[in-house]
């Protein structure tokens, strides 16, 4: 059984940095894509950003420039990078993979893990 645990987040002041981590266990073949998401108190999860086969990687515009995703498929762990955090960067964020299992895609998500900019 597939399982992504994050680990990482925390408090920290603005213009301050973290850094998130997610673990993936129970997968032979690693995932194709793996990413972040993330849900602000009364708003609708968004994507931060996705790391694509470890080739490619996609951001929210918001955090282009700020945040750095980065992926060690030995591991199966993704990571990411935030600096320059801002209030608005409060939120859960969430893990999440995808991969084809017998032709068929599908997606597995973490716990979350809460991050909080505030002065």
């Known amino acids: 059984q597939v399982q992504l645990v994050e680990s990482g987040g925390g408090s920290v002041q603005p213009g301050g940095s973290l850094r998130l981590s997610c673990a993936a266990s129970?997968?032979?073949?690693?995932?194709?894509?793996m990413g972040w998401y993330r849900q602000a108190p009364g708003k609708e999860r968004e994507l931060v950003a996705v790391?694509?086969?470890?080739?490619?990687?996609s951001y929210a515009g918001s955090v282009k420039g700020r945040f750095t995703i980065s992926r060690d498929n030995a591991k199966n762990t993704v990571y990411l990078q935030m600096n320059s955090l801002k209030p608005e960067d409060t939120a859960v964020y969430y893990c999440?993979?995808?991969?084809?299992?017998?032709?068929?895609?599908?997606?597995?998500w973490g716990q979350g893990t809460q991050v909080t900019v505030s002065s």
């Open positions: 999440h993979a995808g991969q084809f299992v017998l032709g068929k895609w599908s997606t597995y």
């Open positions: 129970g997968v032979s073949n690693g995932f194709m894509t």
């Open positions: 790391d694509i086969n470890g080739r490619s990687s």
